[in-house]
């Protein structure tokens, strides 16, 4: 059973830092894309950032310059390295990846995150 387990949210002050990891579970042949979303009460899911196991990785031009995204392949796990927060920055965290079990890779969630940001 593929599993995505999700840690480090919590409360930061504006202009503070945060580091999100989710760990990937289970039998699996290979993890191409990690990424990260976050979601609002009312709003969509909203891509934040991704990274492919070779490395290439794509922010969303809200969190350009203030949010890093690594992966380490040996541990299937992907960080999310958020800096200089803002309040808009507050929203629940979801870690996604694209496992591939057997020959084409599935879509997989991991539970969320809360990240609240205030003063």
């Known amino acids: 059973q593929v599993q995505l387990v999700e840690s480090g949210g919590g409360f930061v002050q504006p202009g503070g830092s945060l580091r999100l990891s989710c760990a990937a579970s289970g039998e699996f042949r290979s993890i191409p894309v990690m990424g990260w979303y976050r979601q609002n009460p009312g709003n969509q899911r909203e891509l934040v950032a991704t990274i492919s196991s070779g490395g290439g990785t794509d922010y969303a031009d809200t969190v350009k310059g203030r949010f890093t995204i690594s992966i380490d392949n040996a541990k299937n796990t992907v960080y999310l390295q958020l800096n200089n927060v803002k309040p808009e920055d507050t929203a629940v965290y979801y870690c996604?990846?694209?496992?591939?079990?057997?020959?084409?890779?599935?879509?997989?969630w991991g539970q969320g995150a809360q990240v609240t940001v205030s003063s």
């Open positions: 996604n990846a694209a496992i591939v079990e057997r020959f084409l890779p599935s879509s997989y």
